[in-house]
Each structure stands twice: as C-alpha cells, then as structure tokens.
C-alpha cells in the first residue's frame, strides 16, 4: 500500500515537500515513483527510483527543481519540489512496480491516493 501527502496551495517560486509512505514491500525489490495528473491532461510520470540499480531519473520537466529522496529505516520516500511553477498544478501520485528498472505509468503495480498541489498566485 501507499499514501502521498504533502500537498498543499503555493505561489510560484515556492516549494513542497510531499511524501509517500508505503508498506508492504521493500526499495530492495521494487521501483517506485511519482506521477502527476493535471486537469484535463493525462498522468504523467517524474521521477522514480530504480529497483535494480537505485537511481533516480526525473523528467525534463522537473529535472533540477524537483529532487526524490528516500530515507533509511523508513517506508517513505520524498518528493522536493522547489521553484514550483503554476503548471506543475495537478493530483500526484506514487507508485510501485516488483523488480522495476524504471516506472512506466502504464505498468505500476499499485497506486497510492493523490495529493493536491496547487501553484498559484
């Protein structure tokens, strides 16, 4: 299971944290990542932590403002999010997929509740 928190209203130029608690399963064998889905747009993938190796890729988008974070001895992993612009508005989500290298939104095992962050002035 997972749960995102964290979200909140901001204006542009501020910064979030949101976390995702999960449980059930282990960073050892399972990718994880977070999604976003913007009114009227599809969800979309930003970063994920690789199962096999344990990199974090994010998508261009967000690459330098947004960073993914994991802390030892918790089931919870973080999303900072700073320089947040108003089109990074939207639910975000986190996910997880066994063995994952990477984390397709299509192929994600399971899904936590979303969070809601709003950027605006």
């Known amino acids: 299971q997972l749960q995102a928190s964290g979200g909140g209203s901001v204006q542009p130029g501020g910064s979030l944290r949101l976390s995702c608690e999960f449980s059930?399963?282990?960073?050892?064998?399972?990718?994880i990542g977070w999604f976003r889905q913007a009114p009227g747009k599809e969800r979309e993938g930003i970063s994920c932590?690789?199962?096999?190796?344990?990199?974090?890729t994010y998508v261009d988008s967000v690459q330098g403002r947004f960073t993914m974070s994991r802390e030892n001895g918790k089931n919870t992993v973080y999303l900072h999010m700073k320089s947040l612009k108003p089109e990074d508005t939207a639910v975000y989500y986190c996910?997880?997929?066994?063995?994952?290298?990477?984390?397709?939104?299509?192929?994600?095992?399971?899904w936590g509740e979303g969070t809601l962050v709003t950027v605006s002035s």
């Open positions: 996910a997880s997929l066994g063995y994952g290298n990477n984390c397709p939104v299509d192929e994600m095992d399971h």
């Open positions: 059930g399963f282990t960073l050892d064998y399972y990718a």
């Open positions: 932590i690789s199962a096999v190796d344990g990199t974090t």
